[in-house]
């Protein structure tokens, strides 16, 4: 019986598979080297990739980081209710700790050093119920220590150009799922503190933005997803400048309103707002050629085409990278199509080698019909050989 039949089956399962807070782990998972027939024509760039074994959990973000202090690169993983470290060292990924939230359901992971010489935190944005319950956790003696918890805020990282990364948050509203402006928040070792008001227009949320100079000419643009999973881009002042045709990006992750027992339809009717998405990251990318930046986003197939209001059936992901040529977005290449949906994905510029990588985090096409054997991937590709094949 094939799945596009039955999209009511699929969302459904979805909806169980994030219920139950999906878990598992795998203790190594050692990176093998792999020719990918490259599916898209010359964008495709290099044809090489590292990925791991196939992990047994469904994922749903990642980020990269030294958790453990010690110049080691980490790789954190999680799944819609545990954390999952790995440490990635001589091609081989090794699971470190794994910590589980109980009844929290995560949204998000990224990892920011608060303080010079500490090692990187890991920082969740987590739903309990439908109330913002977020969290900071650090690594200690290879243990998983919440030091920050039920924060109101959703979190998130960015990099601005030329000033690093900021640590944002965001509170939910009664009737808006994000409600007022997105503030930089200070890590004081034992609380997060509201600070000033980052500056982006209040119509863009905490997720799914980036900033870059996309134009080359040093003045910074905002590239932002809006609820239709289309890519926007404004100026600092809020002008839209251009929305794209095509879809991008895509998450199956919900926001909740209410607790997982109602109904979103019910939840919907509560508050007189749709279904809210999560909305996945995008990264402006300086390829240090041209002092100008890129933009790197995600691009899906969908059985569905998005016309569902409940689920989303996202297959065949590929990162692409895109360039504004001051009218509209431009693909400049892509990896090849995978057979899963991406969740997540990072550049990491921490090789010794100096080469950046493109690290990204694959959920493997889904037997909906048995959803509780979900397996995620994780592939790393060399990224400086798809911009010098532009």
Same mark, same amino acid.
């Given at each position: 019986?094939?799945?596009? /039949? ?26 093998? !080297? ?26 749903? %973000? ?13 790789? *954190? ?28 359901? #995560? ?25 913002? +319950? ?26 601005? =150009? ?5 640590? #944002?948050?965001?509170?939910? !509203? ?14 004081? %070792? ?5 600070? =000033?008001? /980052?500056?982006?227009?209040?119509? *863009? ?15 910074? #643009?905002?590239?932002? /997803? ?9 100026? =600092? ?13 895509? +998450? ?31 990264? +402006? ?33 590929? *990162? ?15 990896? =090849?199509?995978?057979? !899963? ?7 990491? +510029? ?7 990588? #493109? ?20 592939? *790393? ?10």
């Amino acid at each position: 019986m094939k799945i596009r /039949f039955l999209p009511f089956i699929g969302a459904l399962l979805i909806a169980c598979a994030f219920t139950l807070g999906l878990t598992g782990s795998t203790a190594v998972s050692r990176l093998v !080297g792999a020719a990918e027939a490259a599916e898209n024509g010359p964008s495709s760039g290099a044809d090489s990739e590292w990925k791991s074994d196939e992990l047994n959990l469904l994922g749903v %973000g990642m980020a990269i980081g030294d958790v453990e202090g010690n110049g080691a690169k980490n790789i *954190i993983l999680i799944d819609p209710s545990t954390v999952y470290v790995y440490r990635l060292a001589q091609n081989v990924m090794s699971l470190v700790t794994e910590y589980s939230t109980s009844s929290l359901e #995560l949204k998000s992971v990224d990892t920011f050093r608060p303080t010079k010489n500490g090692p990187d935190r890991i920082y969740l944005s987590a739903q309990n119920r439908g109330a913002v +319950a977020s969290l900071v956790l650090e690594l200690r003696k290879n243990t998983l220590v919440p030091v920050i918890e039920n924060s109101p805020y959703f979190l998130r990282v960015i990099e601005y =150009p030329t000033r690093g990364k900021y640590l #944002l948050g965001q509170q939910r !509203g009664m009737r808006r799922m994000y409600d007022g402006p997105v503030y930089q928040m200070q890590d004081t %070792g034992s609380s997060l503190q509201v600070g =000033p008001r /980052f500056g982006i227009p209040l119509k *863009i949320p905490v997720f799914g933005f980036t900033i870059g100079d996309f134009a080359g000419n040093r003045t910074p #643009l905002i590239a932002a /997803f809006d609820r239709s999973d289309h890519i926007r881009i404004y100026t =600092p002042q809020g002008k839209k400048l251009f929305v794209t045709q095509e879809f991008y990006g895509g +998450a199956d992750s919900v926001l909740r309103w209410r607790g997982p027992e109602v109904r979103e339809s019910e939840s919907r009717k509560l508050n007189d707002e749709e279904v809210e998405f999560f909305r996945p990251r995008l990264i +402006a990318l300086d390829d240090y050629r041209r002092g100008i930046h890129q933009l790197l986003t995600f691009y899906h197939s969908s059985k569905t085409r998005r016309l569902l209001s409940q689920t989303k059936m996202l297959e065949e992901g590929q *990162i692409m990278g895109l360039k504004w040529n001051g009218d509209a977005l431009v693909e400049l290449w892509s990896t =090849p199509k995978l057979q !899963g949906m991406i969740t997540d994905f990072a550049v990491d +510029a921490s090789d010794p080698s100096g080469r950046r990588k #493109l690290v990204v985090l694959e959920r493997k096409k889904t037997d909906w019909l048995a959803f509780l054997r979900s397996k995620s991937q994780v592939r *790393i590709y060399d990224l400086d050989t798809y911009l010098k094949g532009q």
